[in-house]
């Protein structure tokens, strides 16, 4: 089956830091462009990041730059999301996807909450 | 580049024709896909390069619209199409999203 799930949401302090994990199964992981996107409790969608199939090229947005880092294993059929001096806006449920085409997202993984709050 | 969607909320009844529009404030060619949200899941995929059905969506579902101005149709409401839709431009860094449309039951 072609999936995607996320693991390592949790609660957090502000100022802390969690890695979100996505494990990759039934399609080639290493063929696609890979992406992290959130969404705030009762919010719109917001795209964070996303890396190239061998991981040389990376794009973040402007609120998460220096902060956190998206990688991947292919090895592993893995993409991961490092999020470092994390704040209370950071609040959300994150998804990993998968690129498509021109960057549209077809498949979703199911999510994974992030709470940052002391 | 910035997308806003109006309307932000919209009420309608089954069998209704609805469109929804997603301007961007510069160009971004035909680099835009439409998802639907309903409470608790994550998006799917309806239309991607402005006016191509992803395979599985229903024909019900149309898009339109190059450079700024983008159109999202839904010929026919059907119950199951009452959700939050969401343009996303994907024509340059970062891929932002629009604020959302909420269509709900009249």
């Known amino acids: 089956e072609v999936q995607l799930v996320e693991s390592g949401g949790g609660l957090v302090q502000p100022g802390g830091s969690l890695r979100l994990s996505c494990a990759a199964s039934g399609f080639t992981f290493s063929s696609y462009w890979m992406s992290w996107v959130r969404q705030a409790p009762g919010k719109g969608l917001e795209w964070v990041a996303n890396?190239?199939?061998?991981?040389?090229?990376?794009y973040y947005v402007d609120s998460v730059k220096g902060r956190f880092t998206i990688s991947r294993d292919n090895a592993k059929n893995s993409l991961y999301l490092q999020m470092n001096s994390l704040r209370a806006e950071d609040t959300a449920v994150y998804y990993c996807?998968?690129?498509?085409?021109?960057?549209?997202?077809?498949?979703w993984g199911q999510g994974t909450l992030v709470t940052v709050s002391s | 580049i910035q997308l806003t969607q109006s309307p932000s909320s919209l009420s309608a009844s089954v069998g209704d024709r609805v469109t929804i529009t997603c301007r961007a404030s510069q160009g971004i060619s035909s680099y835009l896909a439409w998802y639907q949200q309903k409470p608790g899941k994550a998006p799917k995929l309806l239309i991607y390069a402005a006016s191509t059905l992803q395979s599985g969506v229903p024909s019900r579902f149309s898009g339109s619209g190059s450079g700024t101005d983008f159109t999202l149709t839904i010929s026919s409401l059907q119950p199951e199409d009452f959700a939050t839709y969401y343009c996303q431009q994907l024509n340059s860094y970062p891929h932002t999203f629009g604020q959302g449309t909420k269509l709900e039951i009249k």
């Open positions: 996807a998968r690129v498509e085409r021109i960057g549209d997202i077809q498949l």
């Open positions: 890396i190239k199939q061998d991981g040389s090229e990376k």
